[in-house]
């Protein structure tokens, strides 16, 4: 069973940075992409991240580009979500996601439980 469990969330000031951490299990981690998920309250879920375990592509939403950094750790099955200059409009439940597919194309099936990031002003 896919299972996916994220870490290091919080709060932070505005400006200041988060490492999130998705450690993944239960499937063969090269052969999935690992996106990272926001939504905040009221609002849509909207694809932040992802990158290609199969041949470590990357995407970036516009609204951080240039800010956040997706990794992954193959030895660890984990990626990570480097978050710097943070701004308030990134506050939102952040979610792991995992789809069995060699692009960042489509929507993911398998879902993290979440977790909370506040950017205060």
């Known amino acids: 069973e896919v299972q996916l469990v994220e870490s290091g969330g919080g709060l932070v000031q505005a400006g200041g940075s988060l490492r999130l951490s998705c450690a993944a299990s239960?499937?063969?981690?090269?052969?999935?992409?690992i996106a990272w998920f926001r939504q905040a309250p009221g609002k849509e879920r909207e694809g932040a991240s992802c990158?290609?375990?199969?041949?470590?592509?990357?995407y970036y939403a516009d609204s951080v580009k240039g800010r956040f950094t997706i990794s992954s750790d193959n030895a660890k099955n984990t990626v990570y979500l480097q978050m710097n200059s943070l701004k308030p409009e990134d506050t939102a439940v952040y979610y792991c996601?995992?789809?069995?597919?060699?692009?960042?194309?489509?929507?993911?099936?398998?879902w993290g439980q979440g977790i909370q990031v506040t950017v205060s002003s």
């Open positions: 239960g499937f063969t981690f090269d052969d999935y992409a």
């Open positions: 996601t995992a789809d069995r597919v060699r692009d960042c194309s489509g929507y993911p099936t398998n």
């Open positions: 990158i290609s375990n199969y041949d470590g592509s990357t």
